[in-house]
């Protein structure tokens, strides 16, 4: 199939509903129930790979907090802004004008023209037609990497603590992660001696998320040029997931795929959902070598068709007039960031700097009981309201630390703190 169009496209004309010959008889009761095995009626059972993966440490614990009225969240990593209003008009008008078709596979030529120019504010240079593929989110962009390019038993090396995605899309692919533990003393760096002695000198696949969730670590330059000259070295392929790239606030956002001999085995990652502050839309976008963006789309064409048309078009406002507006956000990200890492220094809180994205991932087994920030986090939001994340839903690299967000309201902000100061006394 061409990666040119729907898949609709090549669809017969038949009608797809069944001649009345070819259904089963009924008396308008209920369906026939399955048929019945040796224990009983069939059931669905999930696959092991599936069945392997505990449900997301985020949600369980949310779920718990969406029960009180009193709680202040600083656990979703979800801006508290709304889209900038010539993205939402843009998504009216093209309603509005019943665009509700399904757009090019790899998304609108006119999208991925203006995605093309964008990036290149990060020295990063990719052809609109044949290496940017558009996709549902980012998070479809990463399930795609993993799914288009990993054979069973295939190794992922995964920098941890880490998003809490990558490890399930990695064992859904059928590959093996590969946990590359970081460390509060140093800033959550990864390096070259890290990598090697968590064994990724054997592994086939590296995932960057930088600036980074949980930790709100970004690389510098020198950082960045010591981990691709490991890349190279050995063999390995790059999943680069920039999602936070706009929001980096000392320094340059410096990405993996602009250092000698990495474009070609790197897969970049982006999208709308947190600069833009566009999360429900579900836009994000691939970049890549023309073959690797063949391959994606092959698996995109036949799970997702196309990406929303109507995000598409507000994607397109987006980046073409909502500069402004990103940057204000980003100012205002920063003014927390500030706030937040103050206030914890000043409640004896161990935090390191972030330098991107809106998490900071304090240090709280000194004064968790028994060095447990889940429990810690648990008694929190159960004495004060406070829902923030135990790190260890990001891995183990996240054990005695807790996620917080500051994409949320200062006088929310200002308010936990208080509520903090209060528990810890």
């Known amino acids: 199939m061409s990666g040119n169009g729907p898949a609709d496209d090549e669809r017969t004309g038949t009608d797809d509903r069944a001649d009345d010959a070819d259904r089963p008889a009924t008396d308008g009761g209920a369906a026939e129930e399955s048929a019945p095995t040796e224990s009983g009626p069939a059931r669905f059972a999930p696959a092991d790979r599936v ?53 090019a596979n790899r998304g609108m030529p006119e999208l991925r023209r203006a995605i093309a120019k964008r990036v290149a504010r990060y020295g990063q240079s990719y052809d609109a037609e044949t290496e940017v593929l558009v996709t549902t989110g980012a998070s479809e962009a990463v399930d795609l990497t993993f799914r288009a390019f990993l054979n069973p038993g295939d190794t992922v090396a995964l920098p941890t603590p880490t998003y809490v995605s990558y490890e399930p899309a990695v064992r859904f692919a059928g590959g093996e992660p590969l946990p590359v533990h970081t460390r509060h003393e140093d800033d959550w760096a990864l390096t070259p001696e890290s990598l090697l002695e968590a064994g990724a000198d054997e592994a086939d696949v590296l995932v960057l998320c930088y600036p980074n969730n949980p930790t709100g670590a970004t690389m510098d330059a020198d950082e960045m040029d ?49 600069a833009y502050a566009m999360t429900g839309l579900r836009l994000g976008y691939a970049m890549g070598p023309e073959a690797a963006i063949d391959a994606m789309t092959k698996v995109h064409q036949y799970a997702m068709l196309s990406a929303p048309t109507t995000a598409q078009n507000a994607a397109l406002a987006a980046i073409e007039r909502c500069d402004d507006e990103v940057e204000r956000m980003r100012r205002e990200y920063d003014r927390r960031r500030r706030y937040v890492v103050s206030r914890l220094r000043e409640l004896g809180i161990e935090v390191s700097e972030p330098g991107g994205a809106f998490y900071a991932f304090p240090r709280v087994a000194p004064i968790a009981p028994d060095g447990d920030a889940r429990a810690f986090a648990t008694e929190l939001l159960e004495a004060e309201g406070v829902a923030a994340v135990p790190g260890t839903a990001f891995g183990a690299g996240g054990e005695g630390h807790i996620r917080i967000s500051y994409a949320t309201g200062l006088d929310d902000l200002k308010e936990a703190m208080t509520r903090l100061e209060r528990f810890l006394s």
């Open 51 to 103: 069945e392997s993966v505990p449900p997301s440490g985020i949600r369980e614990f949310f779920e718990v907090a969406e029960n009180r009225d009193d709680v202040i969240s600083l656990g979703v990593g979800e801006p508290d802004f709304t889209a900038p209003w010539p993205a939402r008009s843009a998504a009216i008008d093209s309603l509005e004008r019943g665009r509700t078709s399904y757009t």
């Open 226 to 274: 010591a981990v691709a000259a490991f890349c190279r070295e050995h063999d390995l392929l790059v999943v680069a997931d920039e999602i936070y790239a706009a929001l980096t606030y000392e320094g340059d956002h410096e990405s993996v795929a602009t250092r000698p001999g990495m474009r070609e085995r790197t897969v970049v990652i982006n999208g709308f959902s947190k």
